[in-house]
């Protein structure tokens, strides 16, 4: 079946450590995003990628990595830097056009304490 | 800048009820695109509707239907008769065309904070 796997889906981490959050898709697709949710804030844009080995910030990128070496993948690196990683995690992707809808994974929940 | 408003955060009904959900949003671009997602308790961010801005008919789909008014920068959601599967939250997003030098996959989604819908038996 055709989809976005995300995984794990529930993570736990120290303060301080960096922790990698894993995004495959099997849709062939060209544009992959990653997205934090926070109670009652809504999705907010980390970084996206349209093609392999290239990627942009979003709007909160600050304290975040990720890395496009394969068109399937796209793994986001919370650091040590980010101030309060604790959030959902939702992984999209589209075939890059204005009018495709996004995609969505099932999200990884982090928890740091 | 884009701005999606879901002013209400969470809304109650009982089953069989009609409920609508509102969404105001504000651009500057002629050019746009709309977007309903509905979250239920697993997560996964579902697609329910795509509407375009030159594109102002309703539209209906089962006990969906989407009321876009570009009037009043509007594009509302209502549930007819609604039973307890339609509880989730559910988010309406707004994008438009990427800047002159960014490619087509730049495209970017700004979401409204989502409006919680709990449907009571």
């Known amino acids: 079946d055709g989809g976005i796997t995300q995984s794990p889906k529930y993570l736990f981490r120290k303060e301080g450590q960096n922790v990698t959050l894993s995004c495959e898709q099997n849709?062939?697709?060209?544009?992959m995003y990653w997205y934090r949710q926070d109670p009652g804030q809504g999705l907010r844009l980390i970084y996206y990628s349209q093609i392999v080995n290239d990627f942009q910030k979003g709007d909160i990128a600050e304290g975040y990595s990720v890395s496009r070496e394969k068109k399937e993948s796209f793994p986001l690196t919370v650091t040590s830097a980010q101030k309060n990683p604790t959030a959902f995690y939702l992984c999209?992707?589209?075939?890059?056009?204005?009018?495709?809808?996004?995609?969505f994974g099932n999200g990884t929940r982090l928890t740091v304490t | 800048a884009q701005k999606v408003t879901q002013a209400q955060t969470e809304i109650s009904v009982v089953e069989k009820e009609d409920v609508t959900l509102d969404c105001v949003y504000e651009?500057?671009?002629?050019?746009?695109?709309l977007f309903w997602y509905k979250q239920p308790p697993s997560g996964e961010l579902v697609f329910l509707i795509r509407r375009n801005s030159f594109d102002e008919q309703n539209e209906i789909s089962g006990r969906y239907s989407w009321n876009f008014q570009k009037s009043t920068s509007s594009f509302n959601f209502t549930i007819t008769a609604s039973q307890v599967v339609d509880s989730a939250v559910y988010f309406c997003a707004l994008s438009v065309p990427p800047g002159l030098y960014s490619g087509a996959g730049s495209y970017q989604l700004t979401f409204g904070k989502g409006t919680k819908l709990s449907v009571i038996p």
């Open positions: 849709l062939n697709h060209d544009a």
């Open positions: 651009t500057r671009d002629t050019t746009y695109y």
């Open positions: 999209a992707t589209t075939w890059g056009q204005n009018n495709s809808p996004l995609h």
